[in-house]
């Protein structure tokens, strides 16, 4: 069990080495960038993923509404993973591969972000948000895993974490939603902080 421990470990140490070598960190960069500004010209971010993504879907929209790291005002986030009385409508009557693109069409608007999370790349339901967001305006980004899937093509910007191992996904891309919040809340409120 030890060595399981410790070679999980050193495993994760070599991650976070290779992610600082590759274009991991220009990329959180430029997400952040794109979501402030998107937040600033009062609009809002639209998150989705299935399973654990789902998880980090909420957890990222819970940050950017309620708070990361100090009070300030809330901002303008959606999860569109967490409200069973429409998911379950919207699978019922379309399909469990539209629960998420019906959402992104009754509530998004030119000027927002649409966000999918998505290890595999290939998630259908993400996908079709995707296409649906970008025919109304909406700019599309995309936390990727593994290859990077369909999802890797149509994205306007993506986050890829190069792995083939799930769980070191989820753990990379749950970190970088930490990083962009830190950078998102210090970068619009520190003045006021």
């Known amino acids: 069990m030890e ?3 410790v ?3 050193d495993e994760q140490i070599q991650n ?3 992610l600082k070598k590759y274009e ?3 990329k959180i960069k430029m997400i952040s960038l794109k979501i402030i500004r998107c937040l600033k010209n009062g609009n809002k971010i639209l998150i989705a993923g299935n399973g654990g993504s789902a998880s980090d879907a909420q957890h990222f929209a819970g940050e950017i509404v309620g708070r990361f790291l100090f009070d300030r005002p809330a901002l303008s986030a959606v ?3 967490t409200d069973t009385s429409v998911i379950t409508c919207i699978a019922n009557d379309y399909g469990y591969d539209e629960v ?3 959402q992104v069409s009754g509530i998004g608007n030119r000027g927002d972000i649409f966000i999918g999370i998505s290890t595999s790349g290939n998630s259908k339901n993400v996908i079709n948000a995707v296409n649906v967001a970008k025919e109304m305006g909406i700019e599309t980004i995309n936390f990727l895993g593994k290859d990077g899937g369909l ?3 149509i ?3 993506f986050l890829l974490i190069p792995y083939n191992s799930t769980a070191r996904v989820q753990e990379h891309h749950i970190m970088s939603i930490h990083l962009i919040c830190k950078i998102v809340e210090e970068s619009m409120f520190k003045n006021e902080n």
């Open 79 to 81: 999860c569109l993973n």
């Open 151 to 153: 999802l890797k093509e």
């Open 3 to 5: 060595d399981f421990i």
């Open 155 to 157: 994205s306007d910007t």
């Open 100 to 102: 998420f693109s019906r």
């Open 16 to 18: 976070l080495e290779f």
């Open 7 to 9: 070679k999980t470990i």
């Open 24 to 26: 991991y960190v220009e």
